[in-house]
């Protein structure tokens, strides 16, 4: 035997060791079907969203300071898709929510 060998390959070891491999990584998951084009408008800008007032959300009356990531056209209006924060309970509480046009004011 030479020496720093110790008895095969480091592949023969491992077998040998009754250690099984790692299980594969699961797959991706897929990629969210494109919307028409028609149907999603994004905000004016560089397309990474923009400051925006969010005013009297559902269960936190008051402006809130939010992040309006997308616009939507429905059959009643247009709708912005907001990221903001609100008092809670125990803090801040993070939520996204879409919301008319008329509840949002530039930032």
Known sequence: ????????SLADRAARS???APPPEPPAPPEPPARPA???RRPAGNGHGRHCWVQDPPDAP???PGLL???????DGWHGRVAY???GAHGPVLVE??????QLSQG
Do not use: C, D, K
């Open 1 to 8: 035997m030479q020496r720093g060998r110790h008895g095969g």
């Open 18 to 20: 009754g250690v099984s």
């Open 38 to 40: 028609a149907e999603v």
């Open 62 to 64: 008051g402006t809130w």
């Open 69 to 75: 990531v997308e616009w939507r056209q429905r059959e």
């Open 85 to 87: 924060t609100v008092v």
């Open 97 to 102: 929510a879409w919301l008319p046009a008329e």
